[in-house]
C-alpha cells in the first residue's frame, strides 16, 4: 500500500491525544485578552501568566505602545517587500545603528524573527567544507540552520568546555572554519552557559564563536546585554546573536559583530535575503523597548527578585528544579501524561505555564517551565507557588 503523506504523523498523533485528553490544549491555548504582562483572559477568567518569556513586562509599556501607534500612521502596516528590495525603511537602520551602539559593536544586522536571525547567521556563514561545534541542548531553530549551512556538525556535551576541547582537537586541522555555538540562557531548563571557559577553548583551537542570547538580553549584565556581558568576555565572542520576542517584547531578532565583514552577511544569507521585512511598526516597538532597558535597570533588579522567590518557594515545597534559580525556572513532573494533567490542573486553578515534554527537551524530562517577569507582584508568585503544592498532590 502507497504511505500517505500525513502517515508519518502517526506517532505523533498517538503522543498528542493523552496531552489534550485532560481538557485544554497544552500547544494550542488561545486567549481571549491580555489584561498585562501578567493577566490573560480565557472564557473571562483571569490567569497569572507565568510563561509568557515576558522578562521585563514591557509589552504594555506606554512609550513602547506609543512608538508602535505612531509608526503604524507614519510607515502603514507592513513593508511588502524584503531588505534587500523595497524592505528597508528609516527605523531598520536607525535599530541597527542602535543595537550596534548599545553593544559597542561595529555591526548590526536586524532579522524579522529570531528563528530567521539564527538561520540566516549559521547558513550564511558556515557551508560545506566547514565545521559547527554545537552544544547538545541549542535551540531547534540553531540545529536547522547547522542543516541548512550544509556544514559538518558535531555535537558536544551540554555546558561542557572539556567535551569541546576534545572534539575542537579531534577535528579536521585542515578544516577551512570551525564555528562553535552555545546559547545564554537556555529556554527549557533555565541553566546557564560557562561562557569563559567557552571562549578560552574556542581560541586556543583559533575557532569562532557564536552565542544566542535569546533568552539572556535584558536578563543579564548591568546593561543588560546579556551572558557575555556578565560573563565578560563580550569580546570574546565572535558573533552575538537574539531575538526581540522575550525582553524587548516585540517579534524580531539581531545579530551583532566586530567582524569586519559581517554586513557581507546580507547578501550571504537568503533567508535574509528572501524574507519580508520588519513592519516599522515592529521595529519602532523594539527601538523604545531598548530605549526603556537602558533607562530602568531597576527592572532587571524586579526580575531577578521574582525568580528567586519562585524558586526558592517551588524549592521549599519540595519540587525538583532543573537548575539554579533564574528567570526561567522548570519544574520536573516525571512523565508526559503527568505533566500534562498538571499543566490542565493549574490552568483550571488560573496559572498559565508551557508543558515541555519529549522530544523537545533535554535528557527526556518532562517539565512545567514557568518564565518569571519583573511585572509580576509578590503575590502573584505566591499564587503560582501555592498552586503547584495544590496540583502536586492532585496529579
Not at 494550542?28 to 501578567?38: K, L
Request: aromatic letters at 8%.
Amino acid at each position: 500500500n502507497k504511505m500517505d503523506l500525513f502517515d508519518k504523523f502517526n506517532p505523533i498523533k498517538e503522543a498528542y491525544s493523552p496531552l489534550t485528553s485532560g481538557g485544554g490544549d497544552p500547544f494550542g491555548v488561545a486567549f481571549d485578552r491580555i489584561a498585562s504582562p501578567t493577566i490573560g483572559l480565557i472564557n473571562n477568567r483571569e490567569i497569572v501568566l507565568a510563561g509568557t518569556n515576558n522578562y521585563l513586562g514591557l509589552t504594555f509599556d506606554d512609550a513602547v505602545i506609543t512608538a508602535g501607534q505612531q509608526a503604524l500612521r507614519t510607515f502603514g502596516t507592513g513593508t511588502t517587500g524584503s531588505r534587500i528590495a523595497n524592505g528597508t525603511f528609516g527605523p531598520h537602520r536607525l535599530l541597527e545603528e542602535e543595537m550596534a551602539t548599545h553593544y559597542g559593536m561595529s555591526s548590526a544586522i536586524v532579522f524579522t524573527t529570531g528563528y530567521q536571525a539564527n538561520l540566516s547567521v549559521v547558513a550564511g556563514l558556515a557551508q560545506k567544507g566547514d565545521q559547527i561545534f554545537i552544544d547538545a541542548d541549542c535551540h531547534a531553530s540553531i540545529y536547522d540552520a547547522c542543516q541548512l549551512s550544509g556544514a559538518e556538525i558535531i555535537r558536544f556535551a551540554h555546558n561542557d568546555p572539556t567535551s569541546l576541547d576534545r572534539r575542537l582537537a579531534r577535528s579536521d586541522p585542515n578544516s577551512s572554519n570551525k564555528l562553535v555555538i552555545v546559547e545564554g540562557l537556555y529556554s527549557m531548563f533555565g541553566d546557564v552557559s560557562p561562557l569563559a571557559e567557552f571562549v578560552e577553548v574556542k581560541k586556543r583551537h583559533k575557532a569562532y564563536l557564536m552565542v544566542d542570547e535569546a533568552h539572556s538580553f535584558g536578563v543579564f549584565g548591568d546593561r543588560g546585554l546579556g551572558l557575555a556581558e556578565a560573563h565578560g568576555v563580550l569580546d570574546g565572542a565572535d558573533f552575538l546573536v537574539g531575538t526581540f520576542s522575550k525582553s524587548l517584547a516585540g517579534i524580531g531578532g539581531f545579530a551583532v559583530s566586530n567582524h569586519p565583514d559581517f554586513n557581507f552577511l546580507r547578501v550571504a544569507a537568503r533567508a535574509y535575503m528572501f524574507t519580508a521585512s520588519s513592519s516599522a511598526a515592529s521595529v519602532e516597538v523594539t527601538r523604545a523597548a531598548l530605549k526603556v532597558i537602558a533607562a530602568r535597570p531597576e527592572l532587571r533588579t524586579d526580575l531577578w527578585k521574582n525568580a528567586r522567590r519562585l524558586h526558592a518557594g517551588l524549592k521549599a515545597k519540595g519540587f525538583g528544579l532543573m537548575a539554579e534559580p533564574s528567570p526561567v525556572v522548570a519544574v520536573d513532573f516525571g512523565d508526559p501524561a503527568r505533566a500534562a494533567r498538571a499543566w490542565n490542573a493549574l490552568l483550571q486553578l488560573g496559572v498559565y505555564v508551557n508543558l515541555a515534554i519529549p522530544p523537545g527537551t533535554p535528557n527526556s524530562k518532562s517539565l512545567l517551565r514557568c518564565s518569571v517577569s519583573a511585572a509580576h507582584t509578590s503575590d502573584q508568585i505566591d499564587f503560582v507557588i501555592n498552586c503547584f503544592e495544590k496540583v502536586a498532590e492532585m496529579a
